[in-house]
């Protein structure tokens, strides 16, 4: 296999242009061919000005990418907002042999279907999850590999150059078939919504339980980044929460709109959830918080519905003991949010037979993505010793944090319930942790419901098999008839 190769990149973003310079910094050769406006003209000027001395072609179509990249050729495709259409136009011009790259964010089901759409023509297409941190502090990126694993291991080679490594292993992996890359990626984006919501409600609960403002926020994020749970995104939280506005002169957490910038690709991770009958609590409440964001007007009109009795001159004592608590409910929450997204990766692995390498994929993690924490590289050792453990909150180390931790959580919620703080994220944790540590749900008052309504039978704990009820027949004594072995 040569060391040095030539690749066609498309982009319409910074992250595309980042890794051409990346493959350009280790001797590989590029055409590029920028589509859209998303990048600005200057910056895009100061680009070329930053890889004049490589060897690379800057391109206007894809008919002319393709014409200056010898065959077979690697296409690699990494924009924001991808369409089926941008693939229909490349898939035109390429020729059998080639192989397509897309890091684009998409659907996992969709990945699957351009693979196979594409083998049909003789092309390969490499469905890759890549998430892209602007801050330099991630030195190198994550390349989540999916597809024909002979073609994909041969991208692997390449792309490990210029990823990052975690205990020797390169964060650019292979992990399965068609469509893995993305799923993966999929629950990384919802794990990292989990550990915004949490991190965001004990901000929440600093402002309004303790009234505490922006900069001493900032400072205890930034003790709690010091330790255990240290975090990029404590990091990042701590850095951002105490600056200043530039148009007020006062703090810029206090002008921001509630309301977050979501778009249909939130909705991937509980669709894939429901299919595989996987809870994700805490990532489910941040994803419905990102919902309930956009109804502004529906907020302020339901603002005055009820009012809660909050906490008035909380002395020094209380105030460090429910800093501490939020210190923990973060933690705790990261555990969770971890657990939720692993247990939902070994799902599909096992329903779908893809036979994912769950270490690597925290190796992924924690090497180059957003969720770069001493958490996640203690979930890397636990599943790198014991990949088959059912979930992660059964590990010993996380199971001590759960037991020394969750009830100063639920105190914090406790005092959230009472002073009217709506923080679904927190709460979301205990309700998982009860769950899963119940060996009987309330659930089965509710199969006899259902059946007495519409018939759906109701499983058994002595004996096998789905049985239902004659709920008509006036005796209380109730004949059950079994409907399926």
């Not at 600005?40 to 008919?63: K, Q, R, W």
């Not at 629950?187 to 004990?202: D, K, M, P, Q, R």
């Not at 918080?289 to 909380?314: T, W």
């Not at 971890?338 to 190796?363: E, H, P, T």
């Amino acid at each position: 296999m040569d060391d040095s190769m030539k690749f066609g990149i498309i982009t319409n973003c910074k992250a595309g242009l980042e890794l051409a310079q990346r493959l350009l910094e280790r001797d590989h050769r590029i055409a590029l061919c920028k589509i859209g406006d998303l990048i600005p003209n200057s910056e895009f000027v100061g680009f070329t000005h930053e890889i004049s001395s490589y060897n690379a072609d800057l391109v206007v179509d894809f008919e002319t990418l393709v014409a200056s990249v010898p065959q077979p050729r690697t296409i690699i495709i990494l924009c924001k907002n991808y369409n089926s259409d941008l693939l229909s136009q490349i898939s035109n011009v390429v020729s059998p042999g080639d192989t397509i790259v897309d890091c684009s964010d998409m659907f996992y089901k969709e990945s699957a279907r351009n693979t196979l759409a594409l083998k049909k023509q003789g092309v390969t297409y490499i469905g890759t999850g890549y998430i892209y941190v602007t801050d330099q502090s991630i030195e190198k990126p994550a390349f989540m590999i999916s597809g024909n694993e002979e073609v994909a291991k041969k991208i692997q080679y390449y792309l490990s150059d210029i990823s990052a490594s975690v205990a020797g292993k390169s964060c650019a992996a292979y992990l399965g078939p068609e469509g893995v890359g993305q799923f993966v990626k999929m629950v990384t984006t919802g794990i990292y919504f989990a550990n915004l919501e949490i991190v965001s409600e004990a901000i929440e609960i600093m402002q309004r339980v303790l009234k505490m403002d922006p900069n001493e926020i900032a400072n205890i994020l930034s003790d709690f980044n010091s330790g255990e749970a240290q975090s990029y995104i404590l990091d990042s939280a701590s850095s951002v929460i105490g600056r200043i506005d530039d148009l007020t002169d006062g703090y810029l957490a206090d002008a921001v709109l509630d309301r977050v910038q979501n778009s249909h690709k939130d909705g991937w991770i509980g669709r894939s959830s429901t299919e595989l009958d996987c809870p994700i609590p805490t990532i489910s409440a941040a994803i419905d918080m990102h919902f309930a964001s956009q109804r502004i007007n529906e907020r302020v009109a339901a603002s005055g519905i009820c009012y809660a009795k909050p906490l008035d001159n909380v002395d020094s004592s209380k105030r460090k003991e429910i800093t501490e608590h939020c210190r923990k409910a973060i933690y705790m929450g990261a555990i969770c949010a971890a657990a939720q997204g692993y247990s939902m990766i070994k799902s599909a692995s096992d329903r779908y037979m893809w036979n994912i390498d769950l270490a690597m994929v925290a190796a992924c993690i924690q090497g180059g993505t957003m969720l770069h924490s001493n958490l996640m590289l203690k979930v890397f050792e636990i599943l790198n010793n014991n990949p088959k453990i059912e979930n992660l909150i059964t590990s010993e180390y996380f199971t001590d944090v759960i037991r020394n931790y969750s009830d100063d959580v639920r105190e914090l919620i406790c005092e959230c319930v009472r002073d009217g703080i709506s923080i679904p994220g927190i709460s979301s944790i205990i309700n998982y942790i009860d769950s899963m540590r119940c060996r009987k749900l309330p659930c089965a008052s509710a199969q006899l419901i259902r059946d007495s309504i519409s018939g759906l039978g109701f499983e058994r704990i002595d004996r096998s098999g789905l049985f239902t009820g004659e709920w008509q027949l006036p005796s209380n004594s109730v004949k059950q008839n079994k409907i399926k072995d």
